[in-house]
């Protein structure tokens, strides 16, 4: 069965902590995405790679940068976290190609007091 | 750029009913997919369906059907014979070449018994 993990469900950070959160794929898929929700506001892209090593910017990179080290895990990392980066954190994976559909995680909701 | 909008913000319908949720799109690119995801309570993203912007016939996947107009751009989800468990958060999404994912604003939807 088709699995993306993610390290954590609820996590609560300080101001200016560095933050990780990670994602874990296994189904060998090329492409990874990080995704935050908002209500309102739908899911809006953060960063996404196709490739091991590879990364681009999606919507909203500000404050944020990534990890690929490997095919199957893809990190993102808030280097100083502030409050307005409070949020439902969706990470995603699928094959390259316009017709395959995105498989998601569970989600991290990050609280930054 | 391509865009999602979902007018709806809530519907409301009764058990056993069909409901549409509604769905148009923005893009220039003539190579382009549309999904529908399905987000219950406990947070997770569920594919429902897909469409291929060249595809002839409307995508149907059991009581999920997609009623695709693309000269209107616009891409209705229609849920046959609604059930308690449709209860959800709704999103339309449009991927084109570069394989992101831009999704809509999403519909709450509820189904009263």
């Known amino acids: 069965d088709v699995k993306v993990t993610q390290s954590s469900r609820y996590l609560v950070k300080r101001t200016g902590e560095k933050v990780f959160l990670e994602c874990v794929q296994d189904m060998d898929h090329e492409n990874m995405f990080w995704y935050r929700q908002d209500p309102g506001l739908g899911l809006r892209l953060i960063y996404f790679?196709?490739?091991?090593?590879?990364?681009e910017k999606g919507d909203i990179p500000e404050g944020y940068s990534v990890s690929r080290e490997k095919k199957e895990r893809f990190s993102l990392i808030l280097e100083s976290a502030s409050t307005n980066q409070t949020s439902m954190y969706l990470c995603?994976?699928?094959?390259?190609?316009?017709?395959?559909?995105?498989?998601f995680g569970p989600g991290t909701r990050l609280t930054v007091t | 750029a391509q865009k999602i909008t979902q007018t709806q913000p809530g519907m409301f319908v009764q058990e056993k009913e069909a409901v549409t949720l509604d769905c148009t799109y923005d893009t220039s690119d003539p190579s382009y997919g549309l999904f529908w995801y399905k987000q219950p309570s406990s947070g997770e993203m569920i594919f429902l369906i897909y469409?291929?912007?060249?595809?002839?016939q409307n995508a149907t996947e059991g009581r999920y059907s997609l009623n695709f107009q693309k000269a209107r751009k616009s891409a209705n989800l229609v849920i046959s014979a609604s059930q308690l468990g449709d209860s959800a958060m709704y999103f339309c999404a449009i991927i084109q070449g570069a394989q992101k994912l831009v999704f809509g604003q999403g519909t709450r939807l509820t189904i009263n018994p």
């Open positions: 469409q291929g912007s060249y595809d002839q």
């Open positions: 995603a994976s699928s094959l390259r190609g316009l017709g395959y559909e995105q498989y």
């Open positions: 790679s196709y490739d091991v090593k590879m990364k």
